[in-house]
C-alpha cells in the first residue's frame, strides 16, 4: 500500500511553489466494514498551501427484499395486499398506523400494538406453509395476506 501522506506533501508543495490563486481538491473514498458504511475525505489545497479537510460518513441500509412497509390511513391500506416469501423466511412488517390500533397476524398468534404515527416492527420466520391473514383487530381491517411456500 502507497504512503498518501507523501503524496499529499508534494501536491502542497508543487502548489506552494506556484503562484496565483490554484486550488486543488482531492476526494478519496475509503469503505469499511460492514461494507454498507462508506468514508469520503476531501482535502482542499490552495496556493498559499493553507487545507481544509472534511470527512463524511454515509450508512445506507441493506436491501431486504423480505421488509413490508404497510401504511394504514382511515380505512385505506397501502403496501399490504397479497405478500409471498419462500417458506422458511424471516418476514419483516413495518406498520404505521394514522390511529392507535391491533395487528393480528393469524396462524403465528402474532400480535403488534400499532400507536398513531409510529412504526411498530415484527419479524418473524414465515414457518407456516399456505396463507394467513393479517388484520387490524379495532379497525377490522385486513391489511395483507402472507403467503409462504
Known amino acids: 500500500m502507497r504512503p498518501v501522506i507523501p503524496a499529499f506533501l508534494a501536491v502542497t ?3 506552494a511553489a506556484c503562484g496565483g490563486d490554484a486550488t486543488t481538491t482531492t476526494t478519496s473514498g475509503v469503505t469499511t466494514a460492514p461494507p ?3 468514508t469520503t475525505v476531501t482535502t482542499t489545497v490552495t496556493a498559499d498551501s493553507s487545507t481544509t479537510t472534511e ?3 454515509t450508512t445506507t441500509t441493506p436491501v ?3 421488509a413490508f412497509d404497510i401504511t394504514i390511513e ?3 391500506v397501502t403496501g399490504g395486499g397479497r405478500i409471498s ?3 422458511g423466511e424471516t418476514v419483516t412488517l413495518r406498520i404505521t398506523s394514522d390511529i392507535a390500533d391491533e395487528v393480528h397476524i393469524h396462524g403465528y398468534d402474532l400480535y403488534v400494538d400499532l400507536e398513531a404515527g409510529v412504526t411498530a416492527v415484527v419479524s418473524f420466520a414465515a414457518d407456516i406453509p399456505g396463507v ?4 387490524t383487530h379495532n379497525s377490522d381491517l385486513v391489511i395483507a395476506n402472507l403467503e409462504a411456500s
Open 13 to 15: 508543495l508543487a502548489l
Open 55 to 57: 470527512a463524511s460518513t
Open 132 to 135: 394467513v391473514e393479517i388484520e
Open 85 to 87: 416469501v419462500p417458506l
Open 36 to 38: 454498507e458504511t462508506t
Open 74 to 76: 382511515g380505512s385505506t
Open 64 to 66: 431486504d427484499p423480505y
